[in-house]
């Protein structure tokens, strides 16, 4: 009976340590997690390639805690979908173009960079790391569920149209995809702006929906094959640079360990180095290889064009300002940076 008693004592002592382990194995197990990441391009573009790599260099960088499913343009949540998806869940992370959620988001529209905006990339990258747009942005990301990360900048915004402009009169009565802040601006000189997905444009373009349209950059309308359809650049750019983020679910974020968080934060900053280089090489490219199809640009614009640009953006600093605390804060600190 001894001997019995010592062997059914040893074998709950082994099942015990058996039924641990199992469960620390499945707790490992839990802990990865499957991400969605849904981006604005399309598979095989410059930039579709850029988020494939952020999804890689995320798996790495966390030991392969979080993996990392992209979705492109078109595959699943539509482009005006990406913030409202995250913040559910549907999908975890994305890199939303803010002007597509000026209702939801104000904030986004003035991080992106109103109209007539800086592009030099020393003085954003100061205003988003050491004036503070940083702090402001996580809080009003956060206000919606959502964790903000690095933020990346992509080149200048031009304009393409089917008509020449020899003038900014010639925008008088056209039809331009040019979401947020940037449809405002073109309102302001006569243009009826219209709010379409990057993947929309070439058959809104070929089917004379619309007249014209911004892309976030040259390397857009490159490959977007936008000049097949679309023949006309305007000299003046709407915005000197673009900055965008990348967003993660705070329910999804917050399962992370600290180790993981880290991870995928600096895979976030070497995206953003990434698209900075990359951008300022392909952007030149994507002009040269525009031309050779094409592409003509407009004359000059007289100093009373260049006059009538800037005025259609007068005033777009105060509007954003009232539209919420975020915003106003984050002028606030452009007006004092400015002053500086």
Request: net charge positive.
């Amino acid at each position: 009976m001894k001997l019995f008693s010592k062997m059914k004592k040893s074998l709950m002592s082994t099942s015990i340590v058996a039924l641990l382990g199992v469960m620390a194995f499945v707790d490992t197990a839990s802990a990865a997690q499957n991400w969605r990441f849904s981006n604005l391009y399309g598979r095989g573009t410059a930039f579709g390639d850029l988020y494939q790599q952020l999804a890689k260099d995320i798996e790495k960088n966390t030991n392969g805690e979080v993996k990392v499913q992209v979705l492109f343009s078109g595959e699943g949540v539509g482009t005006s979908g990406l913030l409202g998806a995250t913040k559910s869940g549907l999908i975890t992370m994305a890199a939303p173009f803010q002007s597509m959620h000026a209702g939801e988001l104000p904030a986004g529209v003035v991080e992106i960079g109103l109209p007539g905006g800086t592009a030099d990339t020393d003085k954003l990258h100061k205003l988003f790391h050491e004036d503070g747009w940083d702090k402001i942005l996580k809080k009003a990301y956060g206000s919606q569920g959502l964790v903000w990360l690095e933020p990346y900048i992509q080149p200048p915004v031009y304009i393409i149209t089917k008509k020449p402009i020899e003038s900014v009169a010639d925008f008088q009565g056209l039809k331009i995809r040019a979401p947020g802040a940037y449809g405002k601006f073109l309102r302001n000189l006569g243009a009826s702006p219209v709010s379409l997905a990057w993947s929309e444009i070439y058959t809104s373009l070929a089917t004379g929906v619309i007249d014209g349209s911004i892309g976030s950059n040259m390397i857009d309308h490159r490959d977007g094959n936008h000049v097949e359809v679309a023949k006309y650049m305007y000299k003046l750019p709407l915005a000197g640079a673009q900055v965008l983020p990348i967003v993660v679910n705070r329910s999804a974020w917050n399962k992370l360990s600290d180790a993981a968080k880290k991870g995928v934060y600096q895979a976030t900053v070497a995206h953003a180095k990434a698209q900075l280089t990359m951008s300022k090489k392909w952007e030149s490219e994507a002009v040269a290889q525009m031309e050779a199809k094409g592409l003509k640009w407009s004359p000059l614009p007289s100093d009373a064009d260049i006059k009538a640009w800037a005025q259609a953006g007068a005033g777009l600093w105060d509007e954003y300002s009232s539209k919420d605390k975020y915003s106003k804060q984050l002028i606030d600190v452009l007006k004092k940076s400015e002053n500086k």
